[in-house]
């Protein structure tokens, strides 16, 4: 045994209903940045390297399975939540033969850092042989005193956690619920963050012995560290000092907390990788959302879903992006709003354009402000500059689309595609109706409604004689007096 490492499993709790959310949806559904807010609790838990991982799941368990998404974890059914204590007790047969360390994490700690959990596991496994042991010492040098860590912090406002009493050792003799706790014990701010790590083979001696007689009639999982005292055990405090990694997020102020803590945490990741934020107080991006270097952001951006984008990008104030690619040296400009869709590189969106359902903006393509595009594919260096809906249209090259263009692609049943061409010219204020192909450098003439194909090289102009009138504007009065 070279590199020994004592094996550990990890519990999360996740069964309950969360009913300070006053919701429909499971507690720990509910999104954090884009994400289930259980989602941030398993890569934390992930990353201190557990051999396995079970979720105690009951309350709407199908949502909360799929929200987990884990293919190698084991799910275990808490049918009633009778406290967390209860539902530690139900993964029991996962360890009641283990020889190692369990560690348990409410799953509504989406602000805990994985080298928090490393680091518990590290110091529990230190705990657990005889001081001067070697570091590959086995069975022999296991020091059978030790019986768990909990990792505590202290908190400037205590209310709602459990108290940690504990003696002049480190030593935590139990820890006490908010609602069971005298006056005095409600002074104390150390509290517990609902992170354990317990030696299986003594948890499993006192879980079946927890009982229910106290404020909440739950069998808390807090009651195991008396127990473990009553048997001569030790539980030992890991008190981290930065308190806002434990957040129990129980209501949707807590959640609207935690996540402007992460929201935060990740713009500040972005940043170190050389990304500009101006006012990043305002700023909203997402949790799978990827940034290069020197990407630019103005204030009030919102960046959600998969949305990637490329270099020397700059988008503007007040933009919102939704799974939109977006390449390199691309200006969004202010109040544009892209979704599902891909932006190459070098061209200029905005302001206020609005990109959406798989359209394509090819290289250098300039989508100027009040322009729509949906489902459409617009070519290198085309310009839409103004006032214009495109949708369903396959647009070629250099094409120039005058302000007011529309292509009336639904016909009240069913949408129609319209196909431009390389450098066809459409005149402002053009009414595509389609089905409809308009030719290589074709040219519509302005007010048009085109409503047959145009061929290449052809002027499509549709307009009824322009009359003349002089000098109607006396005719006019004259005849409001006559009147
Ligand atoms: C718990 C701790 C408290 C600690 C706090 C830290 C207990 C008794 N109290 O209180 O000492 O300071 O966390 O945030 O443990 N759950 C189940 N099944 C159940 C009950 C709960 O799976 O029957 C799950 C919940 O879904 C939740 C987690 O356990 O993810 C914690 O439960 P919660 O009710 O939020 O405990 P707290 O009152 O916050
Ligand atoms: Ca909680």
Redesign the pocket.
Known sequence: MGHHHDKHIAVI??????TRFKSKKP??VHKILGKPMIHYISLAVRWSAPDKVIY????EKQQVKKAINCLNCIYVE?E????????VAQTKPYWENFDGIVMVV????PLVEGETLKNAVKYMEALLRFEGAPAEGGENYRNENVAGVVITTKVPNPL???RIIKDSNHRILR?V??KDATYEEQQINE????IYLFYAPYLKEVIDKLENNNA?K??????VVQLLNQMGKEVYALLVPDYTQ?I?V?DRWDLAKAENILRMKYLQFWSYAGVTFHNPESIYIEFDVELSPDVEIYHGVSLRGRTTVGEDTVIEEHCSLKNAKIGKNVKILKGSIIEDSTIEDGAVIGPYARIRNNTTIRQEAQIGNFVEVKNSTVGEKTAAKHLTYLGDAEIGKEVNIGAGTITCNYDGFEKHKTVIKDRAFIGSDTMLVAPLTVGEEAVTGSGSVVTKDVPDKALAVERSQLKIIENYAEKRKKRKKNA
């Not at 709790?13 to 969360?18: E, I, R, S």
């Not at 409410?106 to 700690?109: H, I, Q």
């Open positions: 709790l996740a069964a309950g209903k969360g507690k720990v105690v799941v009951g309350h808490q009633e939540q009778l406290g967390t204590g209860h539902a409410n799953g509504d700690l709602g956690y459990g820890i619920e908010e509290i517990n963050t609902g909440q739950e069998y808390y999982l807090t009651d434990f129990g129980n």
